[in-house]
């Protein structure tokens, strides 16, 4: 007979899982056992949200949901933000937690909180294991997790119930959801004859597009009316951002955004493609007149950001394949040539200065890491200008907190994706004050023994909070802070680093850390943070 933690460790092995992260504690003891015995390697972070973020990393890798061990009362409250992060960002996490029986909360309350209650608002739902259903809500937490919109699940185990012996699973459980298309009718056909007549279409895809690989059909559609593309930073990269007809993601630089939205305003038909404003800024609220808008969803909208004469919810690649076969342009579109002019606007607004700086660093960093190096970056004034800059020839090759806009994240998410494909570069890009929040996962990065490039924009101040505090007339105050040795951290937990000055400098400290295979390399880009100003 099997052990309850038991099923749960095979239903998430069926998934796919092959990694859970996180920290242990008694109460999880034999949640972590079924995970090994079930072939799910357990990885120790040194705190519940960068186990979260780690998990995220596994699962842009392979494609199977992350997965996050608790314990129970401060270990979960930790994940709080993981969770969080999730249910923005659109991501297939599994939270499992360790909790008393019911009858012992009665009584006995060191370390016990409502952890149901807890979660609930930051997770697609929170379950509570039972006696005689461990398996049906084990398929019910991964099914939710993995619909649209992809996000967080949790998943209460009373300590009680965890070794306790179960019926066998049954065979059959909840069947996954088909694919759907648009039905046929009145509004499929309106909307197919609106691209055919569009005279200067554009393409806004976002991460549902990403989730349903609608990346090959939009290229397709995207050179047939030559419809240029625009993403959000989620979806870089859903067509090779090479291609003259991308334009790159956007969402939060005002200097990409006058360009961009000038080609908008300017469209005769938008069509959205699994595009969540969650992402946007407050200047992409209205950003066009619904009845130019044409909708392919992934999820029923939540929100009043925009609008659009129809929503087609299901599929997005499917949809994309129901508005567009065997249409084609009324006449040649764009004869301005706006879409070209505009990539070609974007290019100058980004290009590097001759001083070294944040521009210099990104630009030199791009052109010395091969074309297949999955990049993290962290919240901040760097990640805008990152963003804007990092040409990504595929999706998943920039990964960052774009939904919710945490700090920490792009450390354990290149963890997470070094420990899931070992064989693929990663570079993982913070601020000196995003760095200095997960110190303790650099040792964690340690005991993976991946070569992971850290590249650390140190300019002792979190300097997106002080371009606001100048713009709005309050002086620094909160914002600056002292200088941290990152060469000599690196040494001290058993990687190694170096401080970077130039890009010169930079190209051949990437170039010494590539050859390195078995530790992480830290280089630390001095910088002055007033660069900032402008730049994005």
């Known amino acids: 007979m099997p052990r309850a933690v038991d099923l749960v460790a095979a239903r998430l092995a069926a998934a796919g899982c092959r990694f859970a992260f996180g920290l242990p504690g008694g109460e999880v003891l034999a949640m972590l056992d079924a995970l090994d015995r079930a072939g799910i390697a357990f990885r120790l972070a040194r705190h519940e949200t960068a186990a979260g973020f780690m998990a995220e990393g596994a699962w842009h890798a392979t494609g199977?949901?992350?997965?996050?061990?608790?314990?129970?009362?401060?270990?979960?409250?930790?994940?709080?933000?993981?969770?969080?992060?999730?249910?923005?960002?659109?991501?297939?996490l599994l939270i499992l937690s360790g909790c008393v029986e019911a009858a012992e909360a009665e009584r006995y309350t060191h370390q016990v909180i409502d952890q149901t209650a807890l979660m609930r608002p930051v997770c697609k739902a929170s379950f509570r294991l039972t006696d005689g259903a461990v398996d049906l809500i084990a398929d019910k937490a991964v099914r939710l997790a993995l619909g649209d919109p992809q996000g967080p699940v949790h998943i209460d185990i009373p300590v009680g119930l965890a070794t306790r012996d179960q019926p066998p699973p049954r065979r059959a459980l909840l069947a996954?959801?088909?694919?759907?298309?648009?039905?046929?009718?009145?509004?499929?056909?309106?909307?197919?004859?609106?691209?055919?007549?569009?005279?200067?279409p554009v393409m806004l895809a976002g991460v549902g597009a990403v989730a349903h690989r609608a990346g090959p059909l939009a290229r397709e559609v995207c050179a047939r009316f030559g419809m240029p593309l625009l993403t959000t930073y989620k979806a870089k990269g859903l067509i090779d951002e090479a291609d003259p007809l991308c334009l790159g993601g956007h969402g939060l630089s005002p200097k990409s955004d006058a360009i961009v939205r000038h080609l908008l305003d300017r469209a005769d038909l938008v069509l959205t493609l699994g595009y969540d404003p969650v992402e946007m800024r407050a200047g992409w609220i209205d950003p066009w007149s619904p009845e130019r808008c044409v909708a392919l969803d992934h999820a029923p909208a939540r929100h009043g950001v925009h609008g659009a004469s129809v929503s087609f919810v299901g599929d997005v690649?499917?949809?994309?394949?129901?508005?567009?076969?065997?249409?084609?342009?009324?006449?040649p579109t764009w004869p301005c040539g706006a879409p070209a002019a505009a990539r070609a606007a974007l290019d100058a607004a980004f290009a590097p200065p001759a001083e070294w700086g944040p521009h210099a660093a990104f630009a030199a960093a791009r052109a010395a890491l091969p074309p297949e190096t999955v990049a993290t970056v962290d919240s901040g004034a760097h990640r805008i200008l990152f963003s804007q800059m990092w040409r990504c020839p595929a999706p998943r090759r920039l990964l960052q907190s774009s939904g919710f806009c945490t700090m920490g994240a792009a450390l354990p998410l290149a963890i997470g994706h070094a420990a899931a494909a070992p064989d693929v570069p990663v570079l993982a890009v913070m601020g000196d004050g995003g760095a200095e929040m997960v110190l303790g996962e650099f040792a964690s990065l340690r005991d993976l023994g991946a070569p992971v490039i850290a590249l650390v924009l140190a300019d002792r101040s979190l300097a997106l909070i002080a371009l606001k505090q100048r713009a709005s007339g309050h002086p620094d105050r909160g914002v600056s802070f002292g200088g941290t040795d990152w060469p000599a951290l690196a040494r001290a937990?058993?990687?190694?680093?170096?401080?970077?000055?130039?890009?010169?400098?930079?190209?051949?400290?990437?170039?010494?850390?590539?050859?390195?295979?078995?530790?992480?390399?830290?280089?630390?880009?001095?910088?002055?943070?007033?660069?900032?100003?402008?730049?994005?």
């Not at 608790?70 to 709080?80: F, I, R, S, Y």
């Open 317 to 331: 690649a499917a949809g994309l394949r129901a508005l567009s076969d065997g249409v084609a342009p009324a006449r």
């Open 493 to 536: 937990i058993g990687g190694e680093g170096t401080w970077v000055r130039s890009a010169a400098a930079l190209t051949e400290a990437i170039g010494a850390a590539r050859a390195r295979r078995d530790r992480f390399t830290l280089l630390a880009c001095e910088i002055d943070g007033a660069q900032y100003e402008g730049a994005f």
């Open 64 to 92: 199977a949901p992350g997965v996050l061990l608790a314990t129970l009362g401060p270990g979960l409250a930790n994940a709080v933000n993981a969770a969080a992060n999730a249910l923005q960002d659109q991501v297939p």
């Open 176 to 200: 996954p959801t088909a694919p759907a298309a648009p039905a046929p009718g009145p509004q499929l056909e309106a909307a197919r004859a609106a691209l055919a007549r569009a005279e200067r």
